[in-house]
């Protein structure tokens, strides 16, 4: 049995990995990755840009944050000497009676930040710091980038793509007859069927969890990275790795069973999606019956939606307590491995009737 | 163990269209042709043998194994669909290995069997071509190296000689005569009659998803009596026997040929008319050869389905 388990994998691998059908699943996995890159290669040329103007007009950090509102512009040059840019505007003053203002801009970088100061009539009235990336800021970001699009459309479609196509695939295609005349056990043809767009998925949507994870913080400094790393990085990767591939394992199982299950399995697909949205407006018990409830515990890092959201939205969202790591995992183990049971079921009654789908 | 394939009043039902229904059967080793129209149901009766579908009702036993125990059926059954339709991106070596080691054979033993199998349907030349380039011959030629390669006992093959050329189809018509020869079954489907009548061994025939006639071709035609069986005699005096016919009763029709060469006999009872025949040879009359001329599949099929043809 496991030899033969071992030849549907072969025979599926190949065409999961090598399917023309399939460049798509690619995209959605390695696109963020390549959006991070390019943010990665805007920010080392803008911090590139900032280190060649502090150059050009040297200025300290400290200088630059001992200034405050409502300082006179004498007072800003005395500090921080020069700006790299400056710009003076006459404006026209609606308010108060009319009449006219000077409003100037002047820059000045430390090679890391930013300083605009905003002078209206000769006083500063605004100050604004523009901070360089950082890896606490940009974890965030892609902790909600994982959570929101990642896991809840890239994953979820590349499972659709992948688990989908393994039976109702072959079933369009009229090849699945090829391999319910191999003696085998029906559900040790599933078993390696499930297993071959495991291994795919992990490996494909794992690989772009690392490579979005490589690209985001490529800009930073080795000194940061390494100290990252050996704080919560380290800690951090493993989870997002682990949360790629148990959202494989339980999205592959339900997609396989719908595949098996369904003539038309997009449907059952479109529904399982529309759950998984509306996770975060659904009661408290409901919430729990979900893929993405479970995997959003595991996240390192909690990404909360609150703050975009309007205020009846804040108040359509309900808290469920979010499970421990171990109740998480094992949960969706134990759904996943539930499913594919049921799937065995099914797959020994399997019939070829191409005719009809 | 038997050797046979048997159906026991076997029905099929696809919702409310009807596959096949009440077929009982016992097919022996050989050549067996699965005859009938389109939609008569010899599909649905490979499928059923096959384990690819399951019967609403009834039981079949393929040399003794239930085909809903696909790890024991498939060592013995080889099934070449009329699907033509193939796992994407494999070449035509690596189709026939692949699946041969879905059946756990090491590499060695499938790299073996599917050489043989390949070289048996004559292919090794084009063996390490993609399939999607083959034409529909070749493709239908890998497709029974496929079927073939893990030796089994029993050979499905559902309309296995379209789309080959007249010097192929011989060969495999040989290569089907050669597996019976050994003792397998090798049951075929086909809807081309003369094709059938070329290779049979013993048919089946279906029409509406029922089983109207099975056996020898010649024992199914003695068993319409309604339908008089046509002889084509050669004799040099074809006045003097038509006459000697006529005075059989169980002679209907003895028609003078055009050309003087002959005699077109009618009957209603084979035996009585063969002995009557031997008396009137022994009795002087000079036959050339004697043919009969509706004992055939075609013939059959037309008595029996009419115009449902």
Not at chain 2, 82 to 104: A, C, I, M, N
Not at chain 2, 222 to 234: A, S, Y
Request: aromatic fraction near 10%; charged fraction near 20%.
């Amino acid at each position: 049995m496991r030899a033969q388990i071992a030849s549907v994998l072969r025979l599926e691998l190949r065409k999961t990995f090598f399917s023309r059908r399939g460049l798509w699943i690619y995209v959605l996995a390695f696109a963020p990755a390549l959006l991070y890159l390019i943010h990665a290669i805007d920010v080392t040329r803008d911090h590139e840009h900032r280190q060649a103007l502090a150059a050009a007009h040297p200025v300290a950090t400290e200088a630059l944050s001992s200034i405050k509102q409502g300082m006179s512009v004498e007072q800003l040059f005395s500090a921080a000497g020069e700006p790299y840019s400056s710009r003076t505007i006459t404006q026209g003053r609606r308010a108060r009676g009319g009449g006219f203002r000077d409003l100037a801009i002047y820059q000045y970088t430390d090679g890391d930040s930013d300083f605009t100061f905003v002078v209206v009539d000769g006083q500063i009235e605004r100050i604004n710091e523009q901070d360089r990336c950082n890896l606490q800021k940009d974890s965030a970001i892609f902790a909600t980038v994982f959570q929101f699009f990642y896991l809840r459309l890239a994953v979820f479609f590349g499972c659709v793509g992948i688990f989908m196509n393994l039976i109702r695939g072959e079933m369009l295609d009229k090849s699945l007859h090829f391999y319910l005349l191999a003696p085998m056990r029906r559900e040790g043809l599933l078993v390696g069927k499930y297993l071959a767009g495991l291994i795919a998925s992990v490996s494909i949507f794992v690989v772009g969890t690392l490579l979005q994870i490589a690209a985001l913080s490529w800009h930073f400094d080795p000194g940061a990275v390494s100290a990252y790393l050996h704080g919560p990085g380290w800690g951090q990767i493993a989870s997002y790795v682990g949360v790629t591939a148990l959202a494989c394992a339980g999205y592959g199982s339900i997609f396989l069973a719908a595949g098996l299950l369904f003539r038309n399995p997009i449907l059952p697909a479109a529904f399982v999606l529309l759950w998984e949205s509306i996770n975060l407006f659904l009661p408290a018990a409901l919430k729990k019956i979900s893929v993405i409830f479970y995997l959003q515990a595991l996240c390192p890092v909690v990404a909360s939606p609150d703050r975009d959201l309007s205020l009846f939205q804040r108040l359509l969202i309900s808290s469920a307590e979010p499970p421990r790591a171990w109740v998480a995992v094992t949960g969706l183990l134990v759904v996943t491995a539930g499913v594919l049971v049921f799937s065995g079921f099914r797959a020994r009654r399997l019939e070829i009737n191409y005719g009809t789908e | 163990m038997t050797d046979r394939v048997v159906f026991d009043n076997v029905s099929r039902f696809y919702g409310e269209v009807l596959g096949v229904n009440r077929v009982t059967l016992s097919i022996p080793p050989g050549i067996t042709s699965l005859v009938g129209p389109n939609g008569s149901g010899k599909t649905t009766l490979m499928n059923l043998m096959t384990g690819l579908v399951r019967p609403t009702r009834g039981a079949i036993r393929v040399l003794d194994v239930p085909p809903d125990a696909p790890e024991r059926l498939c060592h013995l059954v080889g099934y070449a669909t009329q699907f033509d339709s193939f796992p994407k991106g494999l070449t035509g070596y690596e189709f026939v290995y692949s699946f041969l080691r879905l059946f756990g054979y090491p590499h060695d033993r499938c790299v073996k069997q599917a050489d043989g199998a390949i070289a048996r349907v004559r292919m090794t030349e084009a063996s390490n071509r993609k399939v999607a380039g083959y034409s529909k011959g070749m493709r239908q030629r890998i497709k029974l190296a496929q079927a073939l390669a893990h030796d089994p006992r029993v050979l499905v093959l559902d309309e296995p000689l379209n789309g080959l050329d007249p010097l192929v189809r011989n060969e495999t018509i040989a290569l089907f005569r050669e597996m019976a020869r050994e003792g397998r079954h090798v049951i075929v489907s086909s809807h081309v009659l003369h094709e059938v009548d070329q290779i049979s061994d013993q048919v089946i025939l279906l029409s509406n998803g029922y089983v109207v006639a099975e056996g020898q071709i010649q024992s199914v035609r003695g068993e319409i009596r309604d339908q008089p069986m046509q002889v084509w005699i050669r004799c040099g005096r074809p006045g003097a026997l038509a006459s000697k016919l006529f005075e059989l009763d169980h002679v209907v029709e003895a028609r003078l040929a055009g050309d003087g060469a002959g005699v077109l006999v009618k009957t209603r009872d084979a035996d009585r008319f063969y002995n009557a025949l031997n008396r009137i040879a022994l009795d002087g009359v000079d036959l050339e050869g004697v043919t009969p001329v509706d004992d055939n599949v075609n013939a059959v099929y037309g008595y029996l389905i009419g115009e449902d043809r």
